[in-house]
């Protein structure tokens, strides 16, 4: 006898922040694997343009509205799509924006709503889907995290602070979790070429990066594609049960050398 039943055949997988960037790709990751996926965020006309491209290349794929810092847009889409799909076998938690401003500068409503995205948020998510998973004796749950958890960035305190408040709720659901088949992992990338921070203006993002360079944050000119961590999405959700990948933290790889810089 296995000591686990493998995974079922049929694995329904909910993305959330699915309308661009890591969202997007580990939503197109997991369908080419052959999850069907409920794409949800609150830009739906982006998340029904890639259902729709999923379906044309054979995938299924079911679209809906979320909001994850509105408890009822949570529950709405959790209802929906599970209805459309069946019992959620994968949950990614990937919603998410990036405001700038140092800490002793926010408005306090700003940095609330920093965290009721990044953490609450993902809160409202587990407390949606995780119970069902305990119940049915199996599913994955993975935390978009961020390097940022490690090594802060400055300008961006309340996303370092959830972020930081997410992997702690993490932590603590690896240990509540033994035992009943579901597995919560985290995955940490760093540095990701997305559409966050992208509405910054040209003086917030130039002190922003130099703040960066300052502090050593920005070692080399790289970044991870979204596709990049979407593949380690796809890796981890599809480890064989009883192996768990509790952590991975993902950085992109610096630019080649020159050859022969490193005889000099």
């Not at 890639?50 to 509105?70: N, P």
């Amino acid at each position: 006898m296995p000591r686990f039943e493998p995974h079922p055949r049929r694995r329904p997988a909910i993305v959330t922040g699915a309308s661009s960037g890591i969202g997007e790709a580990t939503a197109t990751a997991l369908a080419t694997a052959g999850h069907p996926v409920a794409l949800g965020a609150r830009r739906v006309e982006k998340c029904e343009e890639l259902a729709a491209t999923i379906r044309a290349g054979g995938g299924e794929a079911f679209a809906h509205h979320l909001d994850v810092a509105d408890s009822d847009s949570v529950k709405a889409f959790a209802a929906a799509a599970q209805d459309a799909l069946g019992p959620a076998e994968i949950v990614v938690s990937g919603a998410g924006d990036l405001a700038a401003g140092r800490v002793h500068e926010l408005d306090p409503d700003a940095f609330l709503a920093q965290v009721q995205v990044h953490l609450v948020g993902v809160h409202r998510l587990v407390a949606a889907f995780v119970p069902g998973m305990v119940a049915r004796r199996r599913g994955d749950v993975v935390f978009i995290s961020s390097d940022t958890v490690g090594v802060p960035r400055t300008w961006t305190g309340a996303y370092v602070a959830a972020k930081n408040g997410v992997e702690g709720m993490a932590r603590t659901m690896q240990m509540e979790l033994e035992g009943t088949g579901v597995r919560a992992s985290i995955i940490r990338p760093g540095p990701t070429a997305t559409g966050m921070g992208m509405g910054w203006d040209a003086g917030t993002t130039g002190n922003v990066l130099e703040d960066w360079v300052k502090w050593g944050a920005a070692r080399h000119p790289y970044f991870l594609r979204p596709s990049d961590v979407a593949a380690v999405v796809a890796t981890v959700v599809g480890t064989p049960r009883g192996a768990h990948l509790h952590m991975v933290e993902v950085q992109p790889e610096a630019p080649l050398e020159e050859k022969g810089t490193e005889e000099r």
